[in-house]
């Protein structure tokens, strides 16, 4: 099966990768397990379990069969050998992270990351004794930061809010020969999008309550790669940040579509880029499709497709931005990305909301910056409504 599953794409590969076969009663759609526990037929049943001579499902943490299907199906779309589920994108950033670093060690990650990830490294790891160091998305600052005792490279890409795309087979042979690992946060890109197991990274973590999931309704996290997915789960089985076999369930429903919604997402967030990159109301746009942005000839030799996040600068001040914000139509004010609905938010208010102007700006995030996740509706209604919105501004241009 594995190695006809390689040849097939990710459209056949969505639908079918870890859901199909004997489903109890002939079911095509697959069962929810709900269940936390499992029974044994006899003790002799226990003791071929416990020797490994017949393993089966045991204890809820440690297993489930709707979440075993789902995680065949993300382990084939990552390409990976296996994937391990978790009860939030979170969760499995940090069981990775503490599955792979112990006292006096030290990890590198790049900076523009995710804002709890490096909340996770400088106020917890720390206190476990292991040392980080934050760069820019660089193979140059990566070496410069790279120590003998570093265990783990972590970056993201694309990037948030300035998705900026990691050059990850430049990263890769930067740590050729060196016991660091390559952890990659692809929550941007998606396996449809970008692989990148297969341009030199050892893990790849996505949360899947974004695009994976896809419809706003669950949240829950994954991490795929080699036979070291295994020894997360064996810490996964301690700390217990687990799914639960309902959210397996609806991950695994949105899956089957997730191909179609990022070539519709690409697609739309490529033509309002387009669009408002020319509107003069707007100062910049930064989208990796775009020919201005500073890793698009990056992104075009690593990524099929671009993504559904669009970041931008308007000609305007926090008031004016929030006009903009508050004129439009379609897109819904909210944190998060990936699902059917547009959602919009004024960065420096969503994430920075507790700073100062001049604070926002040390951290390279003005107040007239705005991140736009680009739904499923139609790309026509949002470039109308987009452009219209761009009105309210006012004449207060910067
Ligand atoms: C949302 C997000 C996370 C955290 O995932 P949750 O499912 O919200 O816990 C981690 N990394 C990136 C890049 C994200 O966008």
């Known amino acids: 099966m594995a190695e006809e599953e390689a040849k097939r794409g990710s459209g056949t ?11 109890p009663h002939g079911t095509v759609a697959l069962g929810i397990f709900r269940t936390s526990t499992y029974t044994f037929r006899d003790t002799a049943e226990l003791c071929a379990h416990m020797t490994g001579e017949r393993p089966r499902m045991e204890y809820g943490r440690y297993g489930n069969p709707t979440q075993a299907a789902a995680e065949a199906k993300l382990a084939a779309l990552d390409g990976a050998q296996h994937a391990l589920l978790f009860g939030s994108g979170m969760a499995a950033v940090t069981t990775t992270l503490l599955a792979m670093l112990r006292q006096g060690q030290h990890i590198v990650l790049t900076d523009d990351c995710y804002r709890r990830t490096r909340q996770f490294c400088v106020q917890i790891l720390s206190r476990l ?12 600052a990566v070496a410069a930061a790279l120590r ?3 265990r783990v490279v972590l970056t993201e890409s694309p990037t948030n809010p300035y998705l900026r795309v990691a050059d990850l087979p430049a990263i890769a042979s930067v740590l050729r020969g060196h016991p660091a690992k390559l952890v ?47 020894a997360i789960r064996d810490l996964q089985a301690i700390l217990g940040g687990i799914v639960d076999p309902e959210t397996a369930w ?7 579509t997730l191909p179609l919604r ?9 033509r309002l880029a387009e669009r408002l990159e020319a509107d003069p109301r707007v100062a910049r746009v930064y989208y990796p499709g775009l020919p201005t942005h500073g890793t698009h000839e990056v992104a075009r030799r690593l990524m099929s497709g671009y993504g559904g996040v669009i970041s931008m600068e308007l000609r305007a001040d926090l008031a ?13 004010i909210a944190p998060s990305l990936g699902g059917p609905e547009t959602l919009i938010e004024q960065v420096a208010l969503m ?4 700073l100062t102007t001049e604070e926002r700006e040390a951290l390279g995030i003005r107040d007239s910056l705005v991140r736009l996740a680009v739904g499923l509706e139609d790309a026509e209604d949002l470039e109308r409504d987009l452009v219209a919105a761009l009105d309210a501004i006012g004449p207060a241009h910067r």
């Open 351 to 354: 994430s920075y909301f507790e």
């Open 148 to 150: 003998p005792e570093t």
């Open 320 to 332: 004016g931005t929030s006009r903009f914000i508050d004129a439009t139509r379609i897109p819904q």
């Open 250 to 256: 609806l991950l695994v429903r949105g899956l089957k």
């Open 129 to 140: 004794g292991i040392e980080h160091s934050i760069v820019p998305t660089t193979a140059e």
């Open 184 to 230: 990659v946060d692809s929550t941007f890109a998606t396996p449809i999008n970008q692989r990148p197991l297969s341009q030199g990274a050892d893990l790849v973590i996505h949360s899947a309550t974004k695009y994976l999931g896809g419809h706003n309704d669950i949240l829950a996290g994954v991490v795929s790669g080699g036979p070291i997915v295994e």
């Open 262 to 270: 990022i070539a519709a997402q690409n697609a739309t967030a490529q």
């Open 13 to 23: 590969l969505a639908v079918h990768a870890g859901t199909d076969g004997a489903q």
